[in-house]
């Protein structure tokens, strides 16, 4: 079975920095790909970035500048990591991954972890 | 940038059919992907690559893509099937993942 269990969300004030984790397991994330996908409350999906199998990443434009994304790969975790925070950023992020080889759905989701941006 | 479109709802008795569509200019050419979520929870893969099903994902759950639309079928809907559907796609011009803006099903 695959599982992903993120952490590392928190309140923090606007301006600030935050690193969230992606813990994979019965998935090799260096074999594979990851995204972050966020929810802002009562919104949908929003695409934030993403990492493959090559170690190419590739972001969205919420994220560009302000977000990177990476990946230890003896631990198996992929990071997301969040600077220059602002107050619309506030969202719950999941992790999802995908197969190397497929068509870049991304059938493997974690349960979120929620990032709160407020003074 | 790439854009795909979803009525924000769709309403249908139990038993009967229902029909959301993702608008995308040209989007025969791309793989889509259908989620569904409930509230509070995380997004399920319902369909891939247009109208693949997951492993134990019921056949009732359908897609097709053509021209402008794709579009996920349910036949026989049941309370259950009561969430939010989200399309998605890879699109390779930009190198970035599109997501539909979300269609609620609401079963009467």
């Known amino acids: 079975d695959v599982h992903l269990v993120e952490s590392g969300g928190a309140l923090v004030q606007p301006g600030g920095s935050l690193r969230l984790s992606c813990a994979v397991s019965?998935?090799?994330?260096?074999?594979?790909?990851v995204t972050w996908v966020r929810q802002a409350p009562g919104k949908g999906l929003e695409w934030v970035s993403v990492?493959?199998?090559?170690?190419?990443?590739y972001d969205a434009d919420c994220a560009q500048g302000r977000f990177a994304i990476s990946r230890d790969s003896s631990k198996n975790i992929v990071y997301l990591q969040m600077n220059n925070l602002r107050v619309d950023d506030t969202a719950v992020y999941f992790c999802?991954?995908?197969?190397?080889?497929?068509?870049?759905?991304?059938?493997?989701w974690g349960q979120g972890t929620l990032v709160t941006v407020s003074s | 940038s790439y854009v795909l479109t979803q009525p924000p709802s769709v309403s249908v008795a139990p038993g009967q059919t229902a029909r959301i569509t993702c608008g995308g200019n040209?989007?025969?050419?791309?793989?889509v992907h259908w989620y569904y979520q409930k509230a509070g929870q995380a997004p399920v893969l319902v369909i891939y690559?247009?109208?693949d099903r997951p492993a134990g994902i019921p056949e009732r759950f359908s897609g097709s893509n053509s021209g402008d639309t794709a579009t996920l079928t349910i036949t026989w809907v049941e309370a259950g099937d009561e969430a939010d559907y989200f399309c998605?796609?890879?699109?390779?011009?930009?190198?970035?993942?599109?997501f539909g803006p979300g269609t609620k099903v609401t079963v009467l």
């Open positions: 040209k989007i025969e050419g791309k793989s």
């Open positions: 990492i493959f199998f090559s170690g190419a990443t």
């Open positions: 998605q796609v890879w699109d390779t011009s930009t190198e970035k993942y599109v």
């Open positions: 999802a991954g995908g197969r190397n080889g497929g068509y870049y759905e991304t059938p493997y």
């Open positions: 690559d247009d109208n």
């Open positions: 019965g998935f090799t994330v260096s074999d594979n790909f």
